[in-house]
């Protein structure tokens, strides 16, 4: 064999000229590696493929002309983006390949912004540098972070925009379930600009329990909330019986009374067995409260809790002193204040405290609670942050009770520990923990949540946008969220305000929700006698919709208060409604604006003016709109609904002062016809 080998070299390296020439082969074969790779890759095998697809389409020379061969790359050093996405995915930019469904060859759906202006792997993620399939789209030992999941794609939109977008419903689905789910009582997040994810859910404090509830409920509550009430956001923190029991003697002890919060009313409940359940839709309960029904079907509002089983839970002097009056017991609540007469309190609370269920508290058996349970239980309300969510007496609200979660969406996949079976990706750790947040290891104090596979979803996209991008991008690319402002009203009308809880559903000045109208222009908008009469007596002006305003019961003197503040505090800069008539237009205006409507404009599509043949029920019906509008905020809105209420569905149609004028001098004349004259009378 040494022999051989001997030979072997001797014929090749056996003088200088030999060597040489085998030299040189050697070196001629390694340099032909690099160009016979490239010409094999896998991005010419799609540019190749690409070329095939469009070679027998009626714009072929169109697509050839725009086709680059090589190697493509979009370079922007600001955010630090190199894609070569484009060398395999040519078609990215031609609106003709809609036909095409075929990866890589599809185009780019349709968004807001310019390809060349973000590149890819900012929405996308995955190495953009890369230019196989493999290490573009997949984590490898020197990139962890792979292509995004189509289904979480708008956690990048995140990244940019701060606060609600049109066309990221997932997005911020995501974000309000992180501020009304409880995340943020134990997680901190903080946000790019400075400020922090603020929870809007408002749990209840338990520091005078006792006043509302008994021991027993308690106790089967936190075994499982769910069983009480299936809409619960409060989780379930699997506690032992013995936990159950101890934590609800604690609480029980812990409550100190609240004066008034119990009253026993002489006034006995009607006799009519339908007579709570009329009170009880009449006052829009359902607006804000949801209640399951024989089919086990949900129905109502998510604002307040479920009231299903509402009689199991509840005291009946602390139940009929809370609809008499809430801010008794909790002066911030949202619930509003009805104002209900002696009688309708003992009716309305009658048929609540019907409200039952039999099985909720048949196997709850307590024995009296020993100091050493107490103790116990008040070690265990600390040990699992009830604080966090809850006010109680003598606990201190935990600072830093859970992991800040601020850039979450960029953790290292080397400091995750992952379940069995589970794909090593963030995605499907975030989901994974939110799903089954015990299952990573004994010990940990994360309740279960009764999150729907979508909310998971929605929850995991809100959580991949906190991520280092956020922070890293040009201030120029950030689109701040609508400021949240604490405006509060002044005066008496700012304390009936208050007592009504209207920033429950309205908005104004920035504050406030969104079940009802902003309000912050409703003293330019409205007629003052209208509003006199709506707050004595609400109208539905949208007859499609569930959600009414419900009546208050209000004094002349308190209906007057409200009135004045609204039409002198909340008026528009841009809109002066003295400026033109609610009367005396010409026949031909009125004609002309008629024509307009149910022609040029067919706003008859959302909106109802003659309640025989139109069939807009999008909108507010406008066949009274001339009692209740002033005409210079009609002409404005014609004009641009957009700069009055920002957000509006109502579409700007750029339209003329003389179309605008003529359409207002139309609408201005509905006044609802004979019996509103009748009413009035």
Not at 182 to 202: E, F, I, M, R, Y
Not at 549 to 576: A, C, H, R, W
Request: charged share 20%; with cysteine; proline share 7%.
């Amino acid at each position: 064999m040494k022999e051989k080998l001997r030979s072997l070299w001797q014929k090749l390296f056996g003088d200088s000229v030999r060597a040489f020439g085998v030299v040189s082969l050697v070196f001629l074969a390694s340099m032909a590696i690099a160009p016979a790779k490239n010409f094999f890759s896998e991005w010419r095998h799609y540019q190749h493929g690409y070329l095939s697809v469009i070679r027998n389409r009626s714009d072929a020379n169109t697509l050839r002309r725009h086709f680059q061969g090589g190697i493509q790359q979009i370079w922007l050093p600001d955010l630090g983006v190199v894609d070569r996405c484009t060398s395999c995915h040519v078609g990215l930019k031609e609106p003709t390949l809609t036909d095409v469904a075929q990866q890589p060859y599809r185009k780019h759906p349709v968004i807001p912004h310019n390809l060349d202006q973000f590149g890819c792997t900012i929405c996308h993620r995955g190495q953009g540098a890369a230019t196989t399939l493999a290490e573009a789209h997949s984590s490898t030992l020197a990139w962890e972070q792979p292509i995004l999941p189509a289904k979480f794609v708008e956690s990048s939109c995140g990244q940019c925009h701060r606060g609600p977008l049109q066309g990221t419903p997932q997005l911020n689905l995501g974000r309000n379930l992180l501020s009304r789910s409880g995340c943020v009582h134990c997680h901190a997040v903080k946000l790019p600009d400075g400020s922090t994810v603020k929870a809007t859910d408002d749990p209840p404090s338990l520091s005078h329990i006792a006043d509302k509830t008994t021991r027993e409920w308690i106790y089967a509550w936190l075994k499982d909330p769910q069983a009480y009430a299936v809409t619960s956001t409060m989780p379930n923190f699997k506690l032992s019986d013995a936990d159950a029991r101890d934590i609800s003697a604690f609480l029980i002890a812990n409550s100190t009374p609240v004066p008034g919060d119990n009253v026993t009313l002489p006034a006995k409940a009607s006799s009519d067995p339908i007579a709570g359940a009329s009170l009880y839709g009449e006052s829009f309960c359902a607006s804000c409260h949801a209640v399951q029904n024989a089919a086990g079907n949900v129905v109502g509002g998510d604002v307040g809790p479920e009231l299903t089983r509402i009689g199991s839970k509840v005291k009946p002097e602390w139940l009929q002193a809370w609809v008499r009056n809430p801010r008794v017991y909790d002066p911030p609540t949202g619930m509003p204040h009805y104002r209900f007469s002696d009688s309708q309190v003992a009716t309305l609370t009658g048929f609540l405290l019907a409200k039952t269920d039999s099985d909720l508290l048949a196997n709850v058996h307590l024995d009296a609670a020993t100091p050493e349970q107490i103790a116990h239980g008040k070690r265990l309300v600390s040990d699992y942050g009830c604080g966090s969510c809850h006010e109680i007496a003598g606990v201190k609200k935990p600072e830093n009770f859970a992991p800040e979660l601020s850039r979450i969406g960029s953790k290292p996949i080397t400091q995750l520990i992952f379940l069995q079976g589970m794909q090593h990706t963030l995605p499907d750790y975030i989901a994974g923990k939110i799903k089954q947040p015990r299952a990573f290891a004994p010990g940990l104090k994360m309740p279960q949540y009764t999150l729907t596979p979508a909310q998971i979803d929605a929850l995991t996209t809100a959580l991949l946008s906190l991520n280092d991008r956020s922070y890293s991008l040009p201030p120029s690319l950030a689109v701040a969220a609508p400021p949240e402002s604490d405006y509060q009203p002044a005066g008496k009308a700012g304390k009936l305000m208050t007592d009504l809880a209207c920033f429950s559903c309205h908005r104004i000045n920035g504050h406030g929700g969104d079940m009802a109208p902003d309000l912050t222009w409703e003293g330019s908008s409205v007629q003052r006698e209208w509003l006199v009469q709506f707050f004595k007596n609400p109208g539905t002006l949208r007859p499609a919709l569930i959600r009414r305003m419900p009546k208050f019961n209000l004094t002349d003197g308190e209906v007057s208060e409200l009135t004045d503040y609204i039409m002198t505090v909340y008026q528009s800069p841009s809109v002066d409604r003295d400026s033109m008539p609610l009367s005396g237009y010409s026949q031909g205006e009125i004609e002309l604006g008629k024509q307009l409507f149910y022609g040029k404009y067919s706003c008859q599509g959302c909106h109802i003016v003659d309640t025989k043949t139109d069939k807009g029920y999008i909108g507010p019906t406008l066949t009274q709109v001339g009692s209740r509008l002033t005409a210079a905020w009609i002409y404005q809105w014609m004009k641009n609904p957009q700069a009055l209420r920002a957000g509006t569905i109502e579409p700007n149609r750029a339209m003329s002062d003389e179309d605008a004028q003529a359409l207002t001098a139309f609408l201005i004349s509905q006044k609802g016809g004979g019996k509103q004259e009748a009413a009035k009378k």
